[in-house]
């Protein structure tokens, strides 16, 4: 794959269609918008390599409820924006007087962005079997940026670790992480996650992972 | 008289400035990415004798609240010099000088930088002056840029900066101290490595065809940075496209 490191205002190609994310167009041709890195297939994508986490609709994100207001709660996402998570997007049918008995102030969700609005109102919802109240296992802090490589191209990357980790994981592109399972494999994955995350940019990272763990399993039979 | 006017220095020899450089010369430069591990973005950049930090922090959430801007991102900039930053002890705090170089600055970089992106948010520069050595706000002005790019934020293209000037009738590039306090002239200007200026100043006095010179120069310098800046930002990441070295994880 052909990747390279790019900065802010790089011309990319001076063919206006291959214009992808992070990038933009000016007098027909293509430059880019972040420091990060270029991928050049037919569009041309740069991945930043920081930045904050902006919702975007349809994304999985863990949440913390930090206020709850007459008919919302106030949930931070680890965004500049909050997220609110209504009561008609609970699960159940609730009343207002008893909406801190089903989540209270410093409750972790797994939630969905159900939509947002150009002055950046981040609607969210709970109204899916995999998403609600987080009760067991724990969570851990990535940065956002590192998330597609955690998942991998069509979700490789997440099941192969999923299967090979013996846990649940529920990702949230926001980069918080949720894992469940025995406290040695949790231990696994966790140290998995950070490996990913610390090498996001290198090429051919499946197939070390896949490495990594076949050791570290087999030191431990 | 006996007392020999400070002004009287004279400012080449064989040719050469006070410190050994030619007219169309920069001082070294030296730039460092990512030397702050609680702020978003950061750089640290030496311009000859001038060290400046610069800090990113943001988009973040705006506050005093009613700064805040529905449509895009508002950016703040904060220029600040040491109290040890200078000869005589500067007394700390805000004065009218920084605060008209913290808004020139700001308006310097601004025009790159997509805050159409991020609504109701703030995106926070803090340049703090550690040594002062004459073109100080150029100096920021390029940490700044640095810092915005590695803190991840959308721009047009980078800025940088850098300034001209004119001592004993000469057009010099990037004056330092003494040339700046004893010179005739000072034009600091900050710039896209395409040529758009986003910052212009004059202290001092210039004939049209001086000024033309001037800016000729300055533009010279500012995209010899601009490269600078570019390999600083690439170099922080070019080891990391190969596969780091074998068996070396820190799980291991």
């Known amino acids: 794959m052909d990747r390279k490191v790019v900065v802010p205002g790089d011309l990319l190609s001076e063919d206006a269609k291959r214009s992808g994310e992070g990038t933009y167009v000016r007098d027909g041709s293509v430059y880019s918008l972040l420091y990060g890195l270029a991928n050049f297939r037919d569009k041309i994508n740069v991945i930043p390599l920081a930045g904050k986490y902006i ?30 998570l209504h009561i008609s997007e609970y699960p159940k049918r609730i009343d207002n007087v008893e909406m801190s008995n089903h989540l209270r102030i410093g409750s972790s969700i797994m939630t969905k962005v159900k939509d947002v609005d150009p002055t950046m109102k981040v609607e969210l919802t709970l109204n899916d079997r995999k998403l609600g109240p987080i009760r067991a296992g724990q969570v851990i802090e990535i940065s956002h940026t590192r998330v597609p490589r955690l998942i991998g191209k069509g979700g490789s990357m997440i099941s192969m670790l999923k299967k090979e980790v013996n846990c649940s994981i529920f990702v949230g592109q926001n980069g918080r992480i949720w894992i ?16 990913i995350e610390r090498e996001a940019h290198t090429n051919g990272l499946t197939d070390r992972i896949v490495d990594f763990l076949k050791r570290e399993k087999g030191t431990r039979s | ?36 591990a609680r702020a978003d973005g950061s750089c640290y950049i030496e311009m000859g004798g001038n060290k400046v930090i610069a800090a990113v922090y943001g988009p973040r959430e705006v506050h005093p609240r009613h700064l805040q801007e529905v449509t895009r991102a508002i950016v703040r900039y904060r220029y600040n010099m040491a109290s040890f930053s200078v000869e005589e002890r500067k007394r700390p705090g805000p004065d009218r000088r920084s605060y008209e170089l913290s808004k020139v600055s700001r308006e310097a970089l601004e025009p790159v930088i997509l805050t159409s992106f991020f609504p109701r948010s703030v995106i926070d520069v803090f340049v703090e002056v550690l040594q002062a050595d004459a073109g100080t706000r150029t100096a920021g002005i390029n940490a700044a840029a640095v810092a915005l790019a590695d803190a991840g934020i959308p721009m047009k293209s980078m800025i940088s900066s850098c300034a001209a000037g004119k ?84 799980c291991d």
């Open chain 1, 55 to 84: 919702p975007g609709p349809g994304d999985n994100v863990i949440g913390v409820v930090k206020d709850i207001t007459f008919s919302n709660w106030i949930v931070d996402i680890n965004s500049p924006y909050d997220g609110l």
């Open chain 2, 1 to 36: 008289m006996i007392a020999m006017d400070e002004t009287d220095i004279s400012f080449f020899k064989d040719g050469l400035r006070l410190d050994g450089r030619r007219a169309d010369e920069l001082r070294p430069v030296k730039i460092e990415v990512g030397v702050l």
């Open chain 1, 180 to 195: 469940s399972g025995s406290a040695k494999d949790m231990d696994l994955a966790l140290r998995t996650i950070t490996l």
């Open chain 2, 167 to 250: 001592v004993a009738d000469t057009i010099v590039l990037d004056p330092m101290k003494e040339e700046d306090n004893f010179g005739q002239a000072d034009l600091p200007i900050a710039m896209t490595p395409g040529g758009d200026i986003t910052l212009m100043q004059m202290d001092g006095g210039l004939s049209p065809d001086e000024f033309h010179r001037a800016v000729e120069m300055a533009m010279k310098g500012a995209r010899d940075i601009y490269e600078l800046q570019r390999a600083a930002l690439v170099g922080k990441y070019s080891q990391m496209t190969e596969p780091e070295r074998k068996g070396a994880h820190a």
